[in-house]
């Protein structure tokens, strides 16, 4: 009894570590981090490299849709480390963004 809820302990370390929610998906839906990075947020990468690089409606719009855990999910992901986007930078995105982002009074 002992061993298993050893394991069953360890299967719940190793899903939280790993990002898997209770219905089978990641802190970003069913799209891993790299997916959303090359995909939903591949026009915010010059921003994300550059202060001086102005974030499009087209980065902003779909990041408004995403979880703070998935974009923090998104900036430690292993294509984000290989791809030399600054971090420090990315984080001032979401702020950029809120001027462009219309919010419903």
Known sequence: ??????????FVIAATIAGVEADGYGVCGKFSPD???THVLRHCKKPARDLTVPVSPK???????????????????????????????????????????????
């Open 1 to 10: 009894m002992k061993k298993f809820i050893c394991l069953a302990l360890l």
């Open 35 to 37: 997916r959303m990075l």
């Open 59 to 105: 980065c902003c719009e779909p990041l408004s849709h995403i979880s703070v855990e998935c974009f923090y999910a998104i900036i430690n992901s292993d294509t984000w480390k290989y791809s030399g986007l600054n971090p420090r930078i990315a984080f001032t995105i979401p702020r950029r963004c809120h001027h462009l982002i219309h919010h419903p009074h």
